[in-house]
C-alpha cells in the first residue's frame, strides 16, 4: 500500500489514500471518492500544480456514480448522474440511470415508472445514432429491471399491507403501466433470443401479478371493530386480454426454446 497525500472533493479535508486503489472512503465526511480526484485536488490547492485534466472530469464522475449505483446508494447516484449529464448531454448511461435512480428512490404510495422509462427513450435516441445494438440491448434490461422491481414492491404492498379501494384501482393501473411499459421495451430489442426470453419471462411474471386477487378495507368494519376485507378480481373482459398476452408471449417462448433444443427426429415421429 502506497499511501499519498490528497483532498477529499466533498469536505476538503487533507487525508492519506492508497494510490493504487480506483476509490476509497473520505474519514472525515465518510463519503466515496475518487482516488484520482483526490490526489489531484491535493495538487491544485496544496500544491499549487496545475492539472491539465477538467476537474471534476466525465470518467471520474461515472465510476464514481456508478459506484453509488452498484449499491444501491441512488440518491447519491442521482446527484452524480445529474452533474455528469450536464457535463456531456449526450452521455446515454448516465441519462439512463439518473431515471432508474428516480424511480428506484420512489417507495408507496409515489410508485413512479414514468422517470425509467423517459430516461430509456432518450437513452435510446443517442444510440440509435450510434446503431449500438449491444448497449441498446443492455439498456433494455437495466430499464427492465427497474420496472419488474416496481412491480413486485407493487405486489408486496398487497400482499402485506392493507389498502382502501381508491388506492387499489391505482397501483392495479400501475401493475398494467408496468406489463405496457415493458411490452414497449420489448420491441426495441435488436436480433437476441436470450434477452427475448428474459424479458418474456419479466412480462409474464408482472401479467401473473396483474391477475392475481387482491384483497382490500372497503371502509367499513365489523362487530369487533376491524376494518371489513374484500378481494378484487379482475373483469372477464381484462382477464381475458392478459390470457391473450400471456399466449402470444408463451408462444413466442416455445418457439425460440425449440429452435435452440431441436428435437432428434426420431422423437418427432
Keep these: 500500500m502506497k499511501l499519498v497525500a490528497a483532498k477529499c472533493p466533498n469536505c476538503g479535508a487533507q487525508i492519506d489514500v492508497d494510490k493504487d486503489s480506483d476509490s476509497t472512503k473520505c474519514?472525515?465526511?465518510?463519503?466515496?471518492?475518487i482516488v484520482e480526484d483526490a490526489?489531484?485536488?491535493?495538487?491544485?490547492?496544496?500544491?499549487?500544480?496545475?492539472?491539465?485534466?477538467?476537474?471534476?472530469?466525465?470518467?471520474?464522475?461515472?465510476?464514481?456514480?456508478?459506484?453509488?449505483?452498484?449499491?444501491?446508494?441512488?440518491?447519491?447516484?442521482?446527484?452524480q448522474y445529474s452533474r455528469i449529464c450536464e457535463l456531456d448531454p449526450e452521455n446515454y448511461c448516465a441519462i439512463l440511470r439518473k431515471g432508474l435512480c428516480k424511480t428506484l428512490l420512489m417507495e408507496y404510495p409515489n410508485f413512479d415508472i414514468i422517470s425509467a422509462v423517459n430516461a430509456m427513450k432518450n437513452a435510446y435516441k443517442i444510440l440509435s445514432k450510434e446503431k449500438s445494438k449491444d448497449r441498446i440491448n443492455s439498456s433494455i434490461l437495466e430499464c427492465n429491471y427497474v420496472i419488474a422491481t416496481v412491480a413486485a414492491k407493487i405486489m408486496n404492498q398487497f400482499q402485506t399491507g392493507l389498502v382502501n379501494a381508491d388506492r387499489m384501482m391505482q397501483m392495479i393501473a400501475q401493475l398494467r403501466a408496468c406489463a405496457n411499459n415493458q411490452e414497449f421495451l420489448y420491441s426495441l430489442i435488436f436480433d437476441n433470443e436470450n434477452i427475448e426470453l428474459v424479458?418474456?419471462?419479466?412480462?409474464?411474471?408482472?401479467?401473473?401479478?396483474?391477475?392475481?386477487?387482491?384483497?382490500?378495507?372497503?371502509?367499513?368494519?365489523?362487530?369487533?371493530?376491524?376494518?371489513?376485507?374484500?378481494?378484487?378480481?379482475?373483469?372477464?373482459?381484462?382477464?381475458?386480454?392478459?390470457?391473450?398476452?400471456?399466449?402470444?408471449?408463451?408462444?413466442?417462448?416455445?418457439?425460440?426454446m425449440a429452435q435452440k433444443n431441436p428435437q432428434p427426429e426420431e422423437e418427432k415421429k
Aim: aromatic share 14%; charged share 30%; hydrophobic share 30%.
Design 27 to 33: 474519514e472525515f465526511c465518510k463519503s466515496k471518492i
Design 39 to 79: 490526489i489531484a485536488k491535493y495538487k491544485i490547492e496544496i500544491s499549487g500544480e496545475v492539472s491539465i485534466k477538467n476537474l471534476p472530469q466525465v470518467e471520474n464522475l461515472m465510476k464514481l456514480a456508478d459506484m453509488h449505483y452498484q449499491d444501491r446508494e441512488y440518491d447519491e447516484a442521482y446527484n
Design 199 to 256: 424479458m418474456i419471462n419479466s412480462m409474464l411474471q408482472t401479467v401473473k401479478y396483474i391477475k392475481e386477487d387482491k384483497k382490500y378495507a372497503t371502509g367499513a368494519t365489523n362487530n369487533y371493530g376491524k376494518p371489513v376485507i374484500s378481494y378484487y378480481r379482475l373483469p372477464r373482459n381484462v382477464k381475458k386480454e392478459y390470457q391473450e398476452f400471456e399466449s402470444k408471449y408463451n408462444a413466442r417462448r416455445n418457439y425460440i
